[in-house]
């Protein structure tokens, strides 16, 4: 405890880190592409598979134990799996074996686009079979309710890998899976990877939240994924450890990784596919707002160009008449995501090209060319 | 098994499967899943499970609500206070004041539920059909939380007449507003003696109906946004002429929550007076009393398993429902594994089970450890008996099991008695509740401890009073022990209180004897003074009074009840029946630490894969560790920030030492392309886990988010 607070302090006791000015760049191959990489890594046979598949096993083993712990109504226990490695293929392998004839949802917490009304509706409309919308999330959790309690015989169960994905972790998201879990013929089985995901606490986490994950303070004091008592309640879970050590391979597929050229390709691609369509003069101010920003890449306090600086430069260059010319187009970059604007200290708007130097220089390059 | 479904996509988060079959496999039998293949008695211990779990489930019940009686009474006594009041027009003239109470009733928020439940169907049974619970979770803003109390009211009225449903459902679209309700309120009260004849019992004053008062739930007043609840408040204090409002808070911390969270202009608009509901502790104390401490309850825990769920108790969230639930679960495990749990039910009924156990359970009982011990007591030929012939073990299984209800039937009324006996103690010896003294004396020889000891040396010295009023409460706790031996204990203890009593005459005389040696020597000097102080100490070892033999008597013949009664359980044989003793098991389903598995898992490797070459010295990182073992324990040695590029370095240079290549040919960035996938693979891991994230402070960088460890 004592080493835990005095490291913390240590390395937070002066601004200036010390790390060397090496970057990636200085790599033969600075960043390998996703399809590359998977090559790669298919190739690579996996060590220790054998024990691995033992401690797998183990875990296996524990199937029957779950189902009736589950299903014991009256009691209500919902189960909870945790430890180091990727939990889906044991879900799965749970499903396949136990739940071929029951009712069951798998979710997949990590995916980046889930939501609380996608899960909700599945279990509306494909398990319920109900036809027609709800209001609110809120609702459509009543209607399950009440559905499920008037067929006490129909047990649906509800698998999660990752409860605690980014997506999941909001307060109301948590809170609707917790009344849904309450249900005593609705089951759930979930997993959880990220190291905090059952802090009990409301503040003063470290952050490392998906919706601050670019904010600069490291401990913010946003909600991070929390079961306060009353959720621990609902949920009522067994904790099992279930360490596989197996790769999180497809719930981190789906990450922008810092070190796979994935994004960079695509941003370009889209920029010069948007550009294209737009007219000589739209084409110039965009170029002139990039090479701005590449003039100022060694400027750690760059903030962007203001509007009016903007503007000034693009009647110099007769690329616009107006300042409403420029607005209306500006609003188209901003529609496609081109541009991003940021209100400064001082009222005044920033305009941003939301794409990496690299990339940015690329398509000058490549619009240099053309 | 043919095919597995697919659960992976790029487009789709969410996957669900309809049952194949055309008729739905219907809820396999519980008890199903309680034979494990080969024993046939799967679905009698899952019903005696479940009669025991109805037993837990009806007593918690009764429990909550006998404590809660006493603060719930007060509750109906102030809203129907104010209901009076509210007949006077006077009243509500000269103040438009909304009566408050403050229900304080401690951080164990799941617990609450239970006590607003049977709040609500109190009040409206009793009060007023006009009660409404609302949780934060639902009123993010005053139009929901308007919203819901109209739900709930005119939902309410409505049931009960029809003709106006559609009016009120129009109502509810249109205009959610207090002005609405006042309408509708209007109404009801008018026609309120037809719409619920019950009430009229209770109402004493028919002709004023319109006095019946609006109660609303805050049931988590803390979570409340605040400026949500001002609003509220201000809106309904316009109102008071017209409805009579009464709210509830339901308080978690302290009463100055309702000061933090309302200024002074809105909270004097409030009469807020505090209601205090009884301690979690103390809640715990009576479940354990009708649970735990009593004979009548078949299944026991171990003293390992009672620590672990108090333990969770006292330093995790203080909520007794959570400790039903680890009660419940200890049943569930121990019927489950336990084939012989079918023992562990009423006499009767374990009697007659013993009668017919099948020979696997009898093979069973022989290798249970407290009844191989009971057979190395036994004689030669007796031993030869229990281990040859079945008939004869089910014979001694039945004395057995007589025995062990016996031994409860005794324990618990003497643990009770030594309880109350040591409780009166200064520092508790023996610790300051029953649940403590029970722990120590069901895991060893309470005897051979050192706080029996000091408990014993005190009690020695307790003075008459004290002892006599002990001693009459311990003759109460056994007056309603029925077995026979209690009788006898309880004739024993009577008989020395009679004796104290008895003692009366001689002790004063002693006493007052000793006043007037001090008396008389007051004025002589400080030598003098010692020695007849010390005199008089000589005296008193040589020459004890009456009272002192008397006392020293009690004490022996609690020393003999304590040595007779209260042996662990452990050692009783068949205690494993009853007994549910797998601490680990529970520790690791309710109280488990996720991130110190991770950790160990990433640091040490070799606790989960028993591979030779995993094991490793401290301090070290073994090449042969899987990747992100590796990639962590580099990133352990970083500071806040990470250079990327250093730590693939560090990382082949890791992977490398082991292949024993040259080193020169891995400068200049030429790294192996599947050792820079595996890297790759493995921060995005991290990054996954929580360990680090992508930072833009300096290019290629990660922050580190976790700290310490090992």
Redesign the interface.
Known sequence: ?C???E??F???SNSK????D????????PQ?DRE??LR??S??TP??AE??HQ?NAKHEKNF??W???M??S??G?NIVI????SK?ILL?KF???L?????????????P??TLK??L???TA??LQHEGSFRNP?DQVDFIANTLREDP???VFLIV?NIDGPMLRGD?TQ?ALGQLAALPNMHLLAS???????LKLRKNV?C?CYKC??C?N?SCNCEEIIW???K??MF?W????T?T?L??????S??N????RQTGALALSSLTHVLRSLTPNARGIFRLLAEFQLENKDNPAYTGLSFQDFYQRCRESFLVNSDITLRTQLTEFRDHKLIRTKKGTDGVEYLLIPVDNGTLTDFLEKNDVE | MSETPVTSSVSKGCFVFKSTSKKRKRHVGVGGYLVDGSDDNGSDRFRICQKLWETVQMNTEVIQDQLNKHVLDSLVEFIKKHDLGNSSDVWRQRTSEIPTAALMLGVNVPDHAMTFRSLCHLLQDSVTPFVVSVHAKECVAVKHLIQKLLEQLMGKGVSVDEEQEDETALLQRTQCTISALCQWYKTVSKKCPQVSPQRKENVKNNDLPQNLPVVVIFKDFEAFNSQVLQDFILICSRYTQELPFIFIFGIATSPSAIQHRLPHSVSSLLCIEVFQSLSCTQHLASVFDKLILNSQFPFKLSSRVIQVLVGIFLYHDFSVQNFVKGLKFSMLEHFNGQPLSVLCCQKKEALLCAKTLSQKNVERIRHLPSFMRYVETQEPQEQVQLLTSDEHVKDVCQKLLKNLHKYHKNYYPIVQCLHSLTSLLPKFPLGKHIRELHVSCIEKNLWETEEYDSAMQLLRILAKDELVAALEKCAEILKSAKTKRMQNVLQQVEDFIGRLEALEGVTSEDSTGDGVILEKNRRTDLFQLQKTLLEKESRRTKRMNPYEVLRSQVIEFIDSLVREYLTPAELQPLSEVCYYSSSGILRQRLNVTPRTSIQTALSHPFHYLQNESLKTNAGTISSAAPDLCIVYKLHLECGRLINLYDWLEAFVTVMSAAEDQDADSEENGKFDSLKHARFIQAVSEMEFLGFVKSTKQKTDHVARLTWGGC
Not at chain 1, 17 to 20: E, Q
Not at chain 1, 82 to 85: D, H, K, Q
Not at chain 1, 257 to 260: D, I, Q, T, W
């Open positions: 405890m080493d835990l607070v490291e913390y240590e390395a937070h880190v010390l790390t060397s090496r970057t990636l760049q200085k790599l033969h191959t390998l590359t990489l790669l890594l190739e690579n060590r220790y024990e691995i401690l029957d134990q189902m009736m712990q299903q014991l009256v009691m226990f945790y430890g180091l490695g889906k799965q499903c396949s074996s739940l071929s004839d029951c009712d069951h949802v798998v979710v997949n917490g990590f995916f686009s889930i996608a899960i509706n599945s279990i494909d398990v809120g015989s129909n047990h890998n109301r809170h959880i990877d990220h190291i905090n995901a059952p470290t490392n994950q670019n600069k490291v306060d008592q009353a621990m309640s009522n067994l904790w099992y450890e360490t050590y790769p999180y391979a497809e719930e981190t789906y990450e990784s810092l070190l796979v």
